[in-house]
């Protein structure tokens, strides 16, 4: 098994989780705003989460179903968020996109970036033909940032999350390799 690759982008650095980054990880899903439009972080985020979060991710990397970067400012060296490609189907070569952001890290344009630079990941290196996401509908900016990066509404999945209680509708969409090389030559 290789090991993981670092990416960057001109503000960010994609790396590797690492248990190290675990303190800053439960900082950040703490906060309730960052848990409410999220469909698996729970909220309070119990106490040891990040590392049972960061251990799940090594461990699935190593299995090859996953690969998990910690969202990284180039300039203060700051743990943002993260962002993963996960469940990956080899026989399908597909896989699900996730990620997430501190609070203060919102509308600064930051996941726009690691997005298109984890697709660029997804498609070159990792050989998928179809990355897809999900976010809740009451979530918009969610599925403005995928569509700024290509990817294209297949249709809302009724009441697919429960969320506190909720049942709530999940929104799908999804990007292909074709139209990722289509993107990229614009």
């Not at 703490?30 to 309070?44: C, E, F, G, K, L």
């Not at 090594?58 to 998990?68: L, Q």
Request: proline residues 4%.
């Amino acid at each position: 098994m290789l090991p993981q690759i670092s990416l960057e982008t001109d503000r960010l650095i994609l790396r590797p989780l690492a248990l190290t980054d675990a303190p800053t990880i439960q900082k950040l899903a703490s906060y309730r705003a960052v848990a409410d439009t999220m469909i698996s972080i729970p909220h309070p985020y119990p106490e040891g989460e990040a590392e049972n979060y960061i251990s799940r991710r090594i461990a699935e990397f190593r299995d090859g179903n996953s690969v998990a970067f910690a969202i990284e400012c180039q300039q203060e060296k700051l743990v943002r968020g993260a962002i993963e490609i996960r469940d990956i189907d080899r026989e399908h070569s597909l896989a699900e996109l996730s990620f997430w952001l501190g609070v203060e890290s919102w509308g600064k344009g930051y996941m726009s970036e690691a997005i298109f630079s984890m697709l660029g990941f997804g498609f070159e290196n990792l050989q998928l033909n179809r990355i897809y996401a999900y976010h809740m509908l009451r979530n918009p900016a969610s599925g403005k940032v995928l569509k700024k990066n290509g990817f294209i509404h297949e249709g809302i999945l009724r009441q697919r999350v429960r969320k506190w209680e909720v049942f709530e509708d999940v929104v799908l969409l999804a990007i292909l390799d074709r139209d990722w090389k289509q993107q990229k030559e614009k």
